[in-house]
């Protein structure tokens, strides 16, 4: 049977599986007295083993969930309910099924599940690698031509173009122009890059094992130097390095043999880091070792651009469940709890999380790109980062009487501003503008709503430890540090799949996560070292390489090989200080920061001195501010480098932010 013919006729089960599972879900749980009992759960996010053992509290039935769901979240508002309900609709809301066990029940993730949501994933796989796979193929081609031949061809080009320019061609002449579709220099000395060469020479001698580990995330190293885990790169590199400078001199010199490059500018060594995997496209870097300093070269080739609303993806059987399974617009004025009104509201709902830095917020531009073509239809977009969807739930059910259930992330919700303005709403009304985004699915079921993350399959596989993040929040809520060791925590159980979310939707944390995402190679590092060897790198500014052992030594050197292939730090490239090379430095620097907002806006000062200065100069000018807020904060930054050579220095930089006293009262 054909693969479409086979996920029509899924599609057409949907709709009877998504009607059924509630009910059997239910009945089979009923039969249990005990779980008739009523529960009350309120809570906006917690993990489905604490959820259990609350309702097993409250029932005396043991209940246990399998490995697979033990990472998920629920946002639960239930009060006075028998427990079987609930327990139905948490299997429904986790696409799970309930299994008699010896001591009580267990739910586990159905196997239709686990496939369809494995499925999702390689299909997102397949489509982000297609571009991947074309610059690949291409590469490959390449490497099968003479470099030389490919500089004369670049170097035409350029010809072509200088002539073209030479004859200043008219109106008339400017669509016969046989140089307009090649106006900037990449596309004139494309072929010619020794990078690109140098890869497909590379990849051409892969073995399907080496392709196996190169697209699970293993990367390419080579160099001619001798340096551990880099294959050998030929003389020939540093020839090709050099062909490819001449095509910046100009082509008369080139043809009278006069070509030369200046002696500072000839490589005397060449190192290539090239990492690919399905999840962040294909990314290369070329170091040059120059006489007097070192040369970065670095090619997004194909950065992550994930679109969800492809045709293959909503049309799986997995997102046509859901589908048939919420409830339609046709529907509302049949379900009586969506006639009811809501309770005004004196505030929208808060969460405070910490604002990231700008370069991790995500691109709402990318966000409405996936989830709506109708952008600008239902009003102003809430900002990214300020609230998730547990958040939002909550409020609800402080201005509704309805029972809710919904899966749970710490992801960013977006939705039109005028839905959380308070007002009297009808739930139909208000449940349109929520959703407005197509960010999710929802049902009424009697009198419980009932919601689904859409895009869950990859949320799920992106959220952080729970009871990590919850840790460390209540550590910045209580004014302690969070401290390198904390951010290497959070490192360690980052993936390359986590690594694509904070640019596509980012986290919903009480904490400055930022520095820990854009840095996690350095900070396995840091994980890698034992309590002494850290204290004694803080204490005397880094660590000499042998005082690392053989397996922290390989972790150093792909640490730094990493982050310089990220590009994640504005010194990865830089001239170190004198000492044995390689090792491993830190450096920290202490500030303090004082920050005046007085409206939507916020000024940052050095000093609380300037500070006061500010405000006074703002009431000389007539001009006092009637009401702002002053924090002050002490800044630990702390530089982890990888010191590789005399003029290669990799870096990454952690800023640990912790809030301290202000001097004087809050302005009114």
């Given at each position: ?77 239930v009060k006075g309910k028998p427990a079987a309900e609930l327990l139905g609709h948490v ?412 640019y596509f939707y980012g986290y919903t944390v009480r904490f400055d996560i930022t520095s820990a995402l854009a840095n996690v190679a ?147």
């Amino acid at each position: 049977m054909a693969k479409g013919t086979t996920w029509l006729l899924a599609i057409a089960l949907t709709g009877i599986l998504a009607v059924a599972a509630w009910s059997q879900q239910t009945s089979s749980l009923a039969e249990e007295e005990a779980l008739r009992r009523l529960v009350t759960v309120q809570n906006k996010m917690i993990l489905l083993p604490d959820l259990l053992r609350e309702v097993g509290k409250q029932t005396g039935v043991t209940l246990t969930c399998g490995r697979e769901l033990a990472n998920d979240k629920l946002t639960v508002f239930v009060k006075g309910k028998p427990a079987a309900e609930l327990l139905g609709h948490v299997a429904t809301i986790l696409m799970g099924e309930w299994r008699k066990t010896k001591d009580g029940y267990m739910l586990v993730q159905t196997a239709q599940a686990r496939k369809w949501e494995e499925e999702l994933l390689a299909l997102e796989r397949e489509s982000e690698l297609r571009e991947t796979q074309r610059k690949i193929d291409r590469f490959l081609a390449l490497a099968q031509q003479d470099f030389s031949s490919l500089v004369e061809r670049a170097r035409a080009r350029q010809k072509e173009m200088i002539e073209g320019i030479v004859a200043k061609p008219g109106p008339s002449q400017a669509k016969s122009d046989p140089i307009g579709a090649t106006e900037n220099l990449a596309a004139l000395n494309e072929g010619a890059e020794p990078l690109d060469y140098i890869i497909g020479r590379a990849l051409h001698g892969f073995s399907p094992a080496q392709w196996e580990r190169f697209w699970a995330g293993e990367l390419y190293i080579a160099s001619t130097l001798r340096l551990p885990g880099a294959e050998m790169l030929s003389a020939d590199a540093l020839r090709w390095v050099v062909q490819r400078k001449t095509l910046g001199l100009p082509p008369e010199q080139v043809e009278r043999g006069e070509a030369e490059i200046p002696e500072e500018q000839i490589p005397e060594n060449l190192i290539v880091v090239a990492g690919a995997d399905a999840n962040a496209g294909l990314t290369a870097v070329m170091v040059e070792i120059l006489p007097e300093t070192a040369l970065l070269r670095r090619h997004e080739y194909s950065p992550p651009r994930f679109r969800f609303d492809k045709e293959e993806i909503a049309q799986h059987p997995l997102v046509a469940y859901w589908q048939a399974w919420r409830t339609k617009p046709e529907e509302t004025a049949q379900l009586p709890p969506l006639a009811a009104t809501l309770r005004a509201a004196a505030q929208p709902p808060q969460a405070n999380y910490a604002a990231p830095s700008t370069s991790a917020t995500p691109n709402p531009l990318v966000l409405t790109e996936i989830w709506s073509r109708e952008q600008t239809a239902s009003g102003t977009l809430v900002a990214p980062k300020q609230l998730a969807l547990a958040d939002i739930l909550e409020w609800l059910a402080r201005r509704a009487n309805v029972q809710i259930i919904a899966d749970a992330y710490r992801v960013p919700w977006i939705m039109p501003e005028a839905a959380l303005d308070g007002r009297e709403a009808r739930l139909a009304d208000w449940l349109k503008q929520t959703f407005a985004y197509g960010r999710g699915w929802w049902r009424v079921e009697g009198d419980y709503l009932l919601v689904k993350h859409h895009h869950y399959w990859y949320l799920r596989r992106t959220e952080l430890p729970e009871k990590l993040l919850t840790t460390l929040e209540a550590k910045a809520a209580k004014g302690q540090p969070i401290t390198l060791d904390d951010y290497a925590s959070v490192a360690v159980s980052v993936t390359p799949l986590h690594e694509t979310r904070p640019y596509f939707y980012g986290y919903t944390v009480r904490f400055d996560i930022t520095s820990a995402l854009a840095n996690v190679a350095v900070l396995r590092f840091w994980a890698s070292l034992s309590p002494p060897q850290k204290s004694v790198a803080l204490r005397q500014g880094g660590l000499a390489y042998d005082a690392l052992s053989p397996e922290q030594q390989r972790a150093f050197w792909n640490a730094a090989f990493t982050q310089l292939l990220q590009g994640r730090s504005s010194s990865a490239v830089k001239r170190a200080r004198p000492g044995p090379v390689p090792r491993f430095e830190v450096r920290q620097t202490h500030i303090r920061e004082y920050n005046l907002t007085a409206g939507s806006t916020t000024y940052t000062f050095d000093n609380y001195e300037q500070l006061q200065q500010f405000l006074r100069s703002v009431s000389r000018r007539g001009q006092a501010l009637q009401q702002y807020r002053v924090e002050g904060y002490q800044i630990s930054i702390t530089s982890l480098s990888f010191v590789l050579l005399r003029d290669l220095v990799c870096a990454g930089s952690i800023t640990l932010k912790q809030p301290i006293p202000v001097p004087k009262r809050q302005g009114k």
